[in-house]
T-cell receptor, first 114, second 112 residues
């Protein structure tokens, strides 16, 4: 099976712009979670989508939003970018319905805000 | 609120040494605990997952243990190799969902 894929891998944006990141989960996985990784804060949970519905949400401002499509692919959007949004954004998928709920991560999208 | 701590933050050992990485969590009501490896600038690779009902899991030279009552997990790496150099992260899942709470990681350097 193909792993979790994320596009684009690298992005450079200017403050005030908006950005959309994409995540394609492992085939058959219905849960997609998003995380932000920065040197100062480490890995922080953004939100989880399951069957096109947001199931969990972390402590991030409303500028961070997401959605999931019927094929389980997910997108994350950040509006009005700030310098502090520069980070590695990781998505993870899992096959909800098993007892393990093991998470599999993609390679990440490196976002730089200038 | 669940908090996850990893000690030490960094570790440097000579090749061939056996080593232990530590992870502690504040709320023992967990669903599972997962250990990951991250190479610089890359995504996370899952190493081992331990269910809350299990005490340990093994994969090759890796062994992870879980003691829920004390809020601790350890990752044991046998006969370390330079290729083991990476950051190791533990993450706790407190419910049957996709939300993981991560520790800050231990950066391991194995010297030839």
């Amino acid at each position: 099976k193909a792993g979790v894929t994320q596009t684009p891998r690298y992005l450079i944006k200017t403050r005030g712009q908006q950005v959309t990141l994409s995540c394609s989960p492992i085939s058959g996985h219905r849960s997609v979670s998003w995380y932000q990784q920065t040197p100062g804060q480490g890995l922080q949970f953004l939100f989880e989508y399951f069957s096109e519905t947001q199931r969990n949400k972390g402590n991030f401002p409303g500028r961070f939003s997401g959605r999931q499509f019927s094929n389980s692919r997910s997108e994350m959007n950040v509006s009005t970018l700030e310098l502090g949004d520069s980070a590695l954004y990781l998505c993870a998928s899992s096959f909800s319905g098993t007892s393990t709920y093991e998470q599999y991560f993609g390679p990440g999208t490196r976002l730089t805000v200038t | 609120k669940q908090e996850v701590t990893q000690i030490p933050a960094a570790l440097s050992v000579p090749e061939g040494e056996n080593l232990v990485l530590n992870c502690s969590f504040t709320d023992s009501a967990i669903y599972n605990l997962q250990w990951f490896r991250q190479d610089p600038g890359k995504g996370l690779t899952s190493l081992l997952l331990i269910q809350s009902s299990q005490r340990e899991q093994t994969s090759g030279r890796l062994n992870a243990s879980l003691d829920k009552s004390s809020g601790r997990s350890t990752l044991y790496i046998a006969a370390s190799q330079p290729g083991d150099s990476a950051t190791y992260l533990c993450a706790v899942n407190s419910g049957n969902t996709g939300k993981l709470i991560f520790g800050q990681g231990t950066t391991l350097q194995v010297k030839p």
